[in-house]
């Protein structure tokens, strides 16, 4: 009988195990930490949502910590710093949903922020002849009104693709601030001043959320932009998410598929303005000064070059993004004037050697992909761990 024949052999866990282990090993991990992503999906969820809630409470703590490292004073102050930070964030937060998620190249972006701000001043400040409301009332009304200008925009502009697509959205970004600039009751560069803000007094009879104190509006930001991210992973997690993503890889498999694609972008049109509309408010009532200067084409560049360094598609690496946006020219205020050509070049670099961005999207779409990705993992290491171990089936060449 041939040495070659015999029983087959059904390896056991960890046997199998053992194979898929030396296989992982054989691989090259790519990623800047190696390993780290395992090692975060290996966890318990009650464990991750510890270390998240950690984290949550250190960024509410910064304001008061004001770590010496990385703090912009003395030349700018670090609370305000933070407020402008969390701004900018939420704005990369929105953007993410229309650039990210449904692979749509918005360059107008800055419009719908634009139009959050104007919403804001011109229902609160006292240099409108509107009608005046409480400054929280304006943060619903700015996402009403930017989500009607985005489906107003998306309806006719969304049958085109690409750099079509980028050009529309770049010249209405444009025909908002001219239309700032050339219709009276928007007051071109003189704008309106003292912008309303929320309710609330101190012990002294200060107005806590002063336009010098950028603390309460950090904190209010910061809570903002939780509640956001909650929801925008939860979209992720829907039809809706499964639908922008599948036009984000292949529009015209997408729609082969019957995903109503024109619909899906319109959805991602007025979701992410609503978002940019929120954010442009908080700025409004931060700032307390809106004109037509402060939304021009290069800061809609920048929250695109925010959410592309963050990781296209990944919220948490959008808020990353936005927050180094606006950080950088604050902490090194000697090389402000350049961010541009700071920018530009840490692009280029990521481009190179992180394609993904500094945080990448994540492939899993499902409630419970983690769940199913380790199920498939387990069940390809134990296929091949049998192919290993079984003996060669074909018939020996020795005696019987």
């Known amino acids: 009988m041939s040495t070659t024949d015999g029983p087959t052999l059904i390896p056991d866990e960890s046997a199998a195990q053992a194979i898929a282990d030396r296989e992982a090993k054989g691989k090259p991990r790519k990623g800047w930490f190696p390993g780290l992503g395992d090692k975060w999906n290996a966890l318990p969820r009650q464990t991750q949502w510890l270390y998240l809630i950690i984290v949550v409470v250190i960024a509410y703590l910064l304001p008061i910590l004001n770590p010496p ?66 400054y929280l009332w304006t943060l619903p009304l700015a996402m009403a009104v930017t989500m009607f200008f985005g489906v107003l925009l998306g309806v006719p502009t969304l049958r085109l693709r690409g750099d079509y697509l980028a050009i529309v959205t770049l010249g209405f970004g444009e025909i908002v601030r001219i239309l700032a600039t050339i219709i009276p009751a928007m007051k071109g560069q003189v704008g309106f001043q003292n ?9 002294e009879g200060q107005p806590i959320f002063l336009n010098s104190n950028g ?98 598609g990944n919220k948490v690496g959008a808020v990353l993004g936005g927050a180094l946006v606006a950080y950088i020219p604050l902490r090194f205020t000697a090389i402000a004037e350049f961010k541009y050509l700071i920018f530009g070049a840490a692009l280029v670099l990521i481009m190179i050697f992180r394609p993904g961005g500094i945080l990448p999207a994540r492939q899993s779409l499902l409630a419970y992909g983690r769940t199913a990705y380790n199920k498939l993992r387990e069940a390809t290491g134990k296929k091949s761990a049998a192919r290993q171990l079984a003996p060669n089936t074909g018939k020996g060449t020795g005696d019987e």
């Open 195 to 203: 912008v309303g803000h929320p309710p609330g007094t101190d012990a």
């Open 69 to 134: 490292f990385i703090t912009t004073e003395p030349g700018n102050n670090w609370q305000i710093a933070l407020a402008q930070m969390s701004v900018y964030a939420l704005v990369a937060v929105g953007l993410n949903v229309v650039v990210g998620y449904a692979g749509l190249l918005d360059l107008g972006y800055v419009a719908f922020f634009a139009v959050g701000s104007y919403t804001a001043a011109m229902f609160t400040s006292p240099d409108s002849p509107y009608l005046h409301i409480p």
């Open 215 to 312: 603390t309460p509006w950090y904190w209010l930001t910061l809570t903002i932009i939780i509640v956001v991210l909650l929801a925008a992973g939860n979209l992720e997690r829907s039809r809706v998410g499964r639908a922008w993503i599948a036009i984000r890889e292949d529009e015209d498999a997408a729609e082969i598929m019957g995903v109503p694609t024109f619909k899906y972008k319109v959805w991602a049109f007025a979701i992410g303005a609503s978002v940019g509309g929120l954010s442009g408010a908080l700025f409004a009532g931060q700032v307390g000064f809106v004109n037509n200067q402060k939304f021009d084409i290069a800061t809609s560049i920048l929250f695109l070059a925010a959410v592309v360094m963050g990781g296209t």
